[in-house]
């Protein structure tokens, strides 16, 4: 009886073992150097909200977390869900990371690196508006710290725009493959593109099918929730948590849109215009002495087009006239099908890279960035 009594109570502790261990991603918490996101030596850049200081939140693709860190290892702590990030270690290739599961809060980045000062880039390369993301911190070897923060370029670009400038599609195979946030990249868009081939900070506020004044397949007399009513907001969709426009003022803004206003259905040619005018208003009283680019993109062609692009030259036009010099029109190719395609019809990272190539070499002569 006392053996078997041993062998109830070996079993008992097994079970209670069992339903008693902390989750994967918490027993790696506890391991190494916890270094929490209000960390001064880690670096920020794009629309993120600070409201909880612990979690930072975002929802725009593009945000930046930057640190310089010692030690042989590197894990970065993320809200579950929250999707995919690039991630660079010491300039090598980028590789991407993914936060999928519910319990999903912890990836390794790196490990068994040489024992001396390492750097790290992460880049979020989908849209959030739905996971709300958080970053939630770096894990370091035991007693190690960050460093300075590393280089940032000086030059900024801010970049507006639509599903084409989140990237969406472009790792996808062909036009017919549905939309998946495995196959969006915004890395691979032309806009990170044309920024890093600047070597400029990139800023960027982006939705798909987001219009100036009709999202897609919106009512012709417009959508309430266009750009011009979230360009303020530091998350899409939270007017509780105003963007402060004096932390980020860039030396030239691209706006890419006009896609979803006409792209579908019925639409209203003076409200587009109307529209259009409104924005540029709206971004020159955040920024009074910065560069306005208007951009054409690559998926429309026709009529279509051309109505976009009477809208832009008009206000490009009458800024002029009424003395600001400093806003400006450009074309980038359209798609022909030669380059491929990416899922759901649009640019393939082939499209991405000529088009990134027309828009640096523009901005390259327009701002002498030599």
């Not at 939630?136 to 035991?142: A, N, Q, R, T």
């Not at 725009?161 to 691979?188: I, R």
């Not at 429309?300 to 600001?324: P, S, T």
Request: charged share 20%; net charge positive; with cysteine.
């Amino acid at each position: 009886m006392k053996g078997i009594s041993m062998i109830l109570k070996s079993i008992l502790w097994l079970v209670c073992m069992m339903f008693c261990l902390p989750s994967f991603s918490r027993s790696m918490d506890e391991e190494g150097e916890f270094i929490r996101p209000t960390n001064k030596k880690i670096q920020y850049v794009g629309r993120i909200s600070f409201k909880n200081p612990n979690a930072p939140c975002f929802t725009y693709p593009g945000v930046q977390i930057n640190a310089r860190f010692e030690g042989t290892s590197l894990k970065m702590k993320a809200k579950p869900m929250s999707g995919y990030f690039m991630a660079q270690i010491d300039g090598c290739k980028p590789f991407k990371v993914g936060f999928n599961a519910p319990n999903d809060s912890v990836v390794t980045l790196a490990v068994a690196l040489s024992d001396e000062a390492h750097e790290v880039r992460l880049t979020y390369v989908i849209e959030g508006f739905k996971r709300r993301p958080e970053f939630w911190g770096f894990v370091l070897d035991k007693g190690r710290t960050l460093l300075n923060p590393p280089y940032m370029p000086k030059r900024k670009i801010e970049f507006i725009g639509d599903s084409m400038t989140c990237g969406l599609g472009v790792e996808g195979k062909n036009e017919n493959d549905p939309y998946m946030a495995e196959t969006e990249n915004y890395s691979m868009s032309y806009a990170s593109l044309t920024a890093r081939a600047l070597d400029a900070q990139e800023f960027t506020i982006a939705c798909s099918g987001i219009g100036v004044y009709r999202n897609h397949a919106g009512p012709k007399n417009g959508s309430n929730d266009n750009i011009s009513s979230v360009y303020s907001q530091t998350l899409l969709g939270d007017n509780t948590d105003i963007w402060n426009f004096m932390r980020y003022i860039p030396d030239v803004v691209c706006v890419n849109l006009g896609m979803n206003d006409v792209g579908t259905g019925e639409y209203d040619r003076s409200s587009l215009l109307n529209a259009y005018r409104n924005f540029y208003k709206q971004i020159r009283a955040n920024y009074p002495r910065t560069r306005i680019v208007f951009l054409s993109g690559s998926m429309l062609v026709g009529n279509r087009l051309e109505h976009v692009k009477y809208a832009m030259d008009e206000v490009v036009r009458d800024a002029r006239i009424a003395g600001d010099k400093n806003v400006y029109r450009f074309d980038m190719s359209w798609q022909t099908g030669d380059l491929g395609m990416g899922a759901c019809g649009h640019p393939s990272k082939w499209q991405h890279e000529k088009m990134a190539g027309e828009l640096t070499a523009y901005l390259r002569g327009l701002m002498g960035w030599f």
